[in-house]
């Protein structure tokens, strides 16, 4: 069956540290990847989605990069954070039109 | 591009009864996937239905229904027999059928409550 492992849960930095953020996902092939941030109570906003190893596309400018090394794994960084990053990002997973699956999401605060 | 516009931001309903959400779509894509999600305060996104763009008969999964009208773009969702337990975040998605264009794009989202 698939999954989809998304980690820290929780996360605390301060104003300027690096970050981190890992999803990795099992039982399936070549999927479309995302990374999304959701504000407190609002809607979700698409920063990432990768359709391959290495295509990364990005959809708002910011302080955030991504990465995908290997065809299952989704990295989010950023070399110095802002309190603006602050908030909860979620990773999720597709296989061409079908459903998409989420991971259970991190919940970032910047300090 | 592809964007979705829901416009309401919070619902409120009593228990047992039914609600509509709304949600317009703007796409040149002929061929495309619509979706409803559920992000109930646990936060974890859940499928509640899907209808592909070709197909001309609503999608139905049990109490919840959809209204597809292509050549208005619009997509809503009817909740029938309201529960508590729907209490939820709802939003509406979009994604092409396929290609490289191929990401999913969500709506703000809508807020609903349902009353005891």
């Known amino acids: 069956s698939q999954t989809i492992h998304q980690w820290p849960a929780t996360l605390v930095q301060p104003v300027g540290s690096p970050l981190s953020l890992e999803c990795t996902v099992e039982?399936?092939?070549?999927?479309?990847l995302y990374w999304y941030r959701q504000a407190a109570g609002r809607g979700l906003q698409l920063l990432f989605y990768?359709?391959?190893?290495?295509?990364i596309s990005s959809e708002v400018p910011q302080n955030l990069s991504a990465s995908r090394p290997q065809d299952r794994q989704f990295i989010l960084s950023s070399k110095k954070l802002l309190l603006s990053d602050s908030g909860f990002y979620l990773c999720?997973?597709?296989?061409?039109?079908?459903?998409?699956?989420f991971g259970q999401g991190t919940r970032l605060t910047v300090v | 591009a592809q964007t979705v516009t829901q416009s309401q931001p919070e619902m409120s309903v009593q228990e047992a009864e039914t609600v509509t959400l709304s949600c317009t779509y703007d796409?040149?894509?002929?061929?495309?996937?619509l979706f409803w999600y559920k992000q109930p305060p646990s936060r974890q996104m859940i499928l509640v239905i899907r209808?592909?763009?070709?197909?001309?008969q609503n999608a139905t999964e049990n109490r919840f229904s959809v209204n597809f009208q292509k050549a208005a773009k619009s997509f809503s969702l009817k909740i029938s027999d309201s529960q508590l337990g729907d209490t939820a975040m709802y939003f509406c998605?979009?994604?092409?059928?396929?290609?490289?264009?191929?990401?999913?794009?969500f709506g703000k989202g809508i807020t609903l409550s349902v009353r005891p």
């Open positions: 999720a997973w597709s296989v061409g039109p079908f459903e998409a699956f």
């Open positions: 998605a979009f994604t092409p059928h396929g290609g490289a264009n191929s990401k999913l794009t």
């Open positions: 796409t040149s894509e002929s061929n495309y996937y």
């Open positions: 990768s359709v391959g190893i290495g295509q």
């Open positions: 209808q592909e763009a070709y197909k001309q």
């Open positions: 039982g399936t092939s070549n999927p479309n």
